[in-house]
Nanobody, 120 residues
């Protein structure tokens, strides 16, 4: 079955860096765009970044442009989110996401999330 497993979260001081990883299985990873979302306490889940299947195009939320970089390794079925110059407002649970098309419709899958806390 489809599995998305995030890792790499933790506590970091403002200005610090973290790299999140999302290991995928159960589908042909190299055929699908991948997404990173985040959800802060009391707020809606928001799209942070996405990347096309062959890494030809990336997209970022305005709040993270120039600080975060999404990448993927199709040989390892893994997508990454490099987060630099972290701010307290980046504190959230970060989720990996994929939308698979089969049986005539799209099916949305989420990982369990990884907590990122930016605090001094």
């Amino acid at each position: 079955q489809v599995q998305l497993v995030e890792s790499g979260g933790g506590l970091v001081q403002p200005g610090g860096s973290l790299r999140l990883s999302c290991a995928a299985s159960g589908f042909t990873f190299s055929s699908y765009a991948m997404y990173w979302y985040r959800q802060a306490p009391g707020k809606a889940r928001e799209l942070v970044a996405d990347i096309t299947s062959a890494s030809s195009r990336t997209n970022y939320a305005d709040s993270v442009k120039g600080r975060f970089t999404i990448s993927r390794d199709n040989a390892k079925d893994t997508v990454y989110l490099q987060m630099n110059s972290l701010k307290p407002e980046d504190t959230a649970v970060y989720y990996c996401n994929v939308n698979l098309y089969y049986s005539g419709s799209y099916h949305i899958y989420w990982g369990q999330g990884t907590q990122v806390t930016v605090s001094s």
